[in-house]
Nanobody
Framework: QVTLVESGGGSVQAGGSLRLSCVAS???????VGWFRQAPGKEREAVAS????????YYTDSVKGRFTISQDNVKHTVYLQMNSLNPEDTAMYYC?????????????????WGQGTQVTVSS
């Protein structure tokens, strides 16, 4: 069982930056850890994911070049650095972990989920 706790959300103006953190209750080596988001009235979508054993990554097209996912093995933490934010990035952001030996983005792979952190970007 893995517990995930997100933090770092908040309200920023367009063009600003935020760094989300996902702290796990256990070592995440061997897991794929992903960040997902859900905006009001929309389906949840995968934003980025990382396979912790080899640092391979996935990004959805709309965040490529703006968001960076990374990990700190010692702190059992995965980060999502978000730059050049725009109002379309406004959503609840969730961290999730999958015990899967590759980078994946389909939420069906993910067994453990955090409670989410809200990101609001104003124009």
């Amino acid at each position: 069982q893995v517990t995930l706790v997100e933090s770092g959300g908040g309200s920023v103006q367009a063009g600003g930056s935020l760094r989300l953190s996902c702290v796990a209750s256990a070592n995440l080596q061997g897991y794929c850890v992903g960040w997902f988001r859900q905006a009001p009235g929309k389906e949840r979508e995968a934003v980025a994911s990382i396979y912790t054993s080899d640092n391979s990554t996935y990004y959805t097209d709309s965040v490529k070049g703006r968001f960076t996912i990374s990990q700190d093995n010692v702190k059992h933490t995965v980060y999502l650095q978000m730059n050049s934010l725009n109002p379309e990035d406004t959503a609840m952001y969730y961290c999730a972990a999958a015990l899967w030996p590759a980078v994946v983005a389909d939420e069906g792979y993910f067994d453990y989920w955090g409670q989410g952190t809200q990101v609001t970007v104003s124009s």
